[in-house]
């Protein structure tokens, strides 16, 4: 079965840092575009970063030089390295595949406030 | 980049037929879309990648009372025979190089 799965969310004090993690299965993420998105308590969706099938990535403006995407194909798992974690980046975050998000994991929460 | 526009809100009755709007900005009428549905309290689910050319191609699992049409820099999403499980958050999105943006999303009541 074709599945992400997010874990790493909890509650941080501003300023803090922050690991999210994201499993697949039933694809390899390493051969997809692979993003996350996140989505404020009662707001829209807004992207956050990209990992092309080639490597490289890219970063919404709100995130760049704070946050980092990575991938693991050992483990066949994403990642976003969180720093200077800001009020404004609570949210729930999602991991999804593809240009058009065609797969979604179900979410992990990150609250930061102190 | 692209801007995405759609209503906040629509409502429609059990059983009828409902079409939600995505409009693409200026310069990029051109551009394939996907839509998206959240449930309440659920993580969002891929319906279907639309083409400009009024193509699309649905997700996995996705009923046939949900399709897809273009015209210009419009991009719709019609459900038919609506159920109450449609009762959702429906949000388009495209991307343009290096950025990826979504429109505001249309709350849909099933009446």
């Known amino acids: 079965e074709v599945q992400l799965v997010e874990s790493g969310g909890t509650l941080v004090q501003p300023g803090g840092s922050l690991r999210l993690s994201c499993a697949a299965s039933?694809?390899?993420?390493?051969?997809?575009?692979m993003s996350w998105v996140r989505q404020a308590p009662g707001k829209g969706l807004e992207w956050v970063s990209v990992?092309?099938?080639?490597?490289?990535?890219d970063y919404a403006d709100s995130v760049k030089g704070r946050f980092t995407i990575s991938r693991d194909t050992s483990k066949n798992t994403l990642y976003l390295q969180m720093n200077s974690l800001r009020a404004e980046d609570t949210a729930v975050y999602y991991c999804?595949?593809?240009?058009?998000?065609?797969?979604w994991g179900q979410g992990t929460m990150v609250t930061v406030s102190s | 980049q692209p801007v995405l526009t759609q209503s906040s809100s629509a409502s429609a009755s059990l059983g009828s037929s409902v079409k939600l709007t995505c409009t693409l900005s200026?310069?990029?009428?051109?551009?394939?879309i996907a839509w998206h549905q959240q449930q309440p309290g659920k993580a969002p689910r891929h319906l279907m990648k639309?083409?400009?050319?009024?193509?699309?191609n649905k997700g996995s699992g996705v009923p046939d009372r949900f399709s897809g049409s273009s015209s210009g820099a419009d991009r719709y999403l019609t459900i038919s025979n609506l159920q109450s499980e449609d009762e959702a958050d429906y949000y388009c999105?495209?991307?343009?190089?290096?950025?990826?943006?979504f429109g505001g999303g249309t709350k849909l009541t099933v009446l």
């Open positions: 639309l083409e400009g050319s009024g193509r699309y």
């Open positions: 039933g694809f390899t993420v390493s051969s997809n575009y």
């Open positions: 200026s310069g990029h009428s051109g551009y394939t």
């Open positions: 999804a595949r593809d240009r058009t998000f065609d797969i």
């Open positions: 999105e495209t991307w343009d190089s290096n950025i990826w943006v």
């Open positions: 990992v092309y099938s080639g490597g490289t990535t």
